[in-house]
């Protein structure tokens, strides 16, 4: 903070009042607005001085592009540290989640899409790639850095062992074709709703600092496909004639053509992400990409049904398992959903991919183990055996008894205070016979009660809505 403070007053001659944090989703950079009263700019600590020096000679290139990129106004010797002016707080994302249906919102995504192929050819035209971090461009190692990134940070972690020799083949071809395409130009890496201001009602762009020569398709593909922007079929489809319309002056093509070329950079980009959540979410457990994963994997099911790979089978196989795994979206509609799960304790807490934390986990392992007993062994809760078995033994009733009377007691309060989300979740060894018990009994007695409940038996594989 004190070399931020020592480029302020290099800057204006007087020390800074008390900073302001600014939070941060994803990135280890520390942000803060800092004002004298008179100027106000954004403050930056950087823990990567490559990354940092990228971000500073981008936003300088760009600046003599006459593209809308924050300026950058002052930074220490090392690239420690920077000061940038300030765009303010609108974000595009924030508009779309609050204000989708107005012409304001509209009228700037049409802009940021329209944008983009400005950003693309006049921001590579006389760029010195060299200054890009941590590559220059996109080649075969980058992508298969985030194949590999996805394989070891998503599909290990959702409990998928995948045959390594199919796997890697497949990579193997899928960057073969990625590379195949025209034209190249500058490569955003990843222009999204989140990384566009809005200042003096126009979409300015910040975040480029990974950016790299590359195909143009890579962009539109992460801007139309940004999980949580939530963009319909129809949008998607209104963007991206958009963007070719705004294409012509520098790559003349038809929005057929186009869209043919988009396709592999849509699969490739929601695997690139999904490597990312897995990371930031699944490992470092940040909320923003915890929630992310579900809205992702549901673009992941929708790109499947429409544009099946078949020069991919095994890969696409992979993807359709994962969603599978997770549990699917729950409606947005300001009602309360009561997700019911069972888990086996020997594969860990299930994740709140909600992102309210949370809940109730109850622990069935005191209750009397049908699974001890071979004839028991091969079926689950579900299976009139296994719950004849428990309810003949009794324990797992009284254990309910308790159960509904405090989550009875929490669907009354989360109804009254408008509350949408509660997590009730039931642990056994294996996840197969107690939990899967306790879960579907206490499913369907909030069900006769009239609330909306998602039953999901994670080791199972198996989600339903009542």
């Not at 919102?105 to 983009?116: P, S, W, Y």
């Not at 979206?329 to 994740?351: C, I, N, R, W």
């Amino acid at each position: 903070m004190k070399r931020l403070t020592e480029l302020f007053v290099g800057l204006y001659g007087c020390e800074p009042q008390q900073p302001t944090a600014i939070t941060n989703s994803g990135s280890n950079r520390q942000y803060y607005r800092l004002t004298d009263g008179e100027h106000t700019v954004i403050g930056v600590i950087g823990t990567s001085i490559q990354e940092n020096k990228a971000f500073i000679q981008l936003s300088r290139h760009f600046e003599e592009q006459a593209l809308k990129v924050p300026r950058v106004l002052a930074y220490t010797e090392d690239f420690a540290v920077y000061i940038t002016e300030d765009l303010g707080s609108e974000d595009l994302f924030g508009l779309l989640q609050n204000n989708r249906t107005e012409p304001r919102t509209q009228t700037l995504l049409k802009k940021t899409i329209q944008a983009l192929p400005d950003l693309q050819f006049k921001g590579a035209q006389g760029l010195d790639f060299g200054v890009c971090y941590p590559i220059a461009a996109f080649d075969r190692r980058s992508i298969l850095w985030d194949l590999n990134y996805f394989k070891y940070e998503f599909l290990k972690p959702s409990g998928i062992e995948p045959d390594e020799v199919r796997l890697e083949d497949e990579f193997d071809r899928f960057a073969d074709e990625l590379l195949a395409y025209e034209p190249n130009a500058f490569m955003y890496r990843d222009f999204q709703s989140r990384n566009v201001m809005i200042f003096k009602e126009e979409p300015w762009f910040i975040d480029f600092q990974g950016g790299r020569k590359g195909p143009i398709y890579y962009d539109v593909a992460a801007f139309v496909y940004q999980a949580k922007a939530k963009y319909s079929a129809d949008e998607r489809e209104q963007l991206i004639q958009c963007y070719v319309d705004a294409l012509q002056p520098y790559y003349a093509c038809t929005m057929q053509a186009f869209k043919q070329c988009l396709q592999p950079f849509v699969l490739f980009r929601l695997i690139q992400v999904l490597g990312a959540y897995g990371f930031r979410g699944l490992v470092e457990h940040k909320a923003h990409f915890i929630q992310s994963i579900i809205p992702a994997l549901a673009l992941v099911r929708e790109f499947l049904n429409d544009s099946r790979f078949d020069r991919l089978p095994y890969l696409c196989d992979l993807l359709q398992q994962l969603t599978t795994i997770y549990p699917s979206a729950t409606p947005d509609d300001g009602q309360l959903t009561v997700e019911v799960m069972s888990f086996s304790y020997k594969k860990g807490y299930p994740t709140d991919f909600s992102g309210n934390g949370g809940g109730f986990v109850f622990d069935c392992r005191a209750i009397h183990n049908p699974g001890r007993y071979a004839e028991y062994k091969q079926l689950t809760g579900r299976d009139q055996p296994v719950i004849d078995f428990l309810e003949k033994d009794g324990e797992i009733l009284g254990f309910l008894e308790h159960v509904y009377a405090l989550v009875d007691r929490a669907v009354k309060r989360y109804q009254k205070r408008g509350f949408t989300h509660l997590q009730v979740m039931f642990g056994c060894t294996g996840g197969q016979h107690r939990s899967v018990y306790a879960a579907e009994h206490l499913a369907a007695h909030l069900a006769a009660q009239g609330v909306r409940v998602k039953l999901i038996h994670r080791e199972q594989h198996i989600e339903t809505t009542l």
